[in-house]
């Protein structure tokens, strides 16, 4: 019903820039929170950054001062600019929003979806 679709994701040297955008199309009656998690190969997917629908935005310690998330509400898209990269920022980044839905004409759902991911490679 809700569909999540990621864009951005590149091969990057060390030390430069991607911003990752992720627009959520549906039958969107609201959405409260947006983020963005990574997983990288053997390792457990993390929490990057998330952002509710009023602005409150919270980072992993390890992307402080380097990752900036926003959201544009109007057009339902969550945004993760992601400068000074790492090699260790290599992972498949997916995006999360916590939807509420219309599903019937007088019904409403609410869940957390995501999209599919899209790779970000750092290397030289």
């Known amino acids: 019903q809700v569909q999540l679709v990621e864009s951005g994701g590149d091969l990057v040297q060390p030390g430069g820039s991607l911003r990752l955008s992720c627009a959520a199309s549906g039958r969107i009656f609201s959405i409260f929170a947006m983020g963005w998690y990574r997983q990288a190969p053997g390792k457990q997917r993390e929490l990057v950054a998330t952002i509710t629908s009023g602005g409150n935005t919270n980072y992993v310690d390890s992307v402080k001062g380097r990752f900036t998330i926003s959201r544009d509400n109007a057009k339902n898209t969550v945004y993760l600019q992601m400068n000074s990269l790492k090699p260790e920022d290599t992972a498949v980044y997916y995006c999360?929003?916590?939807?509420?839905?219309?599903?019937?004409?007088?019904?409403?759902?609410?869940?957390?979806?995501w999209g599919q991911g899209t790779q970000v490679t750092v290397s030289s």
């Open positions: 999360n929003a916590d939807v509420t839905y219309r599903s019937g004409t007088y019904s409403f759902k609410r869940d957390s979806c």
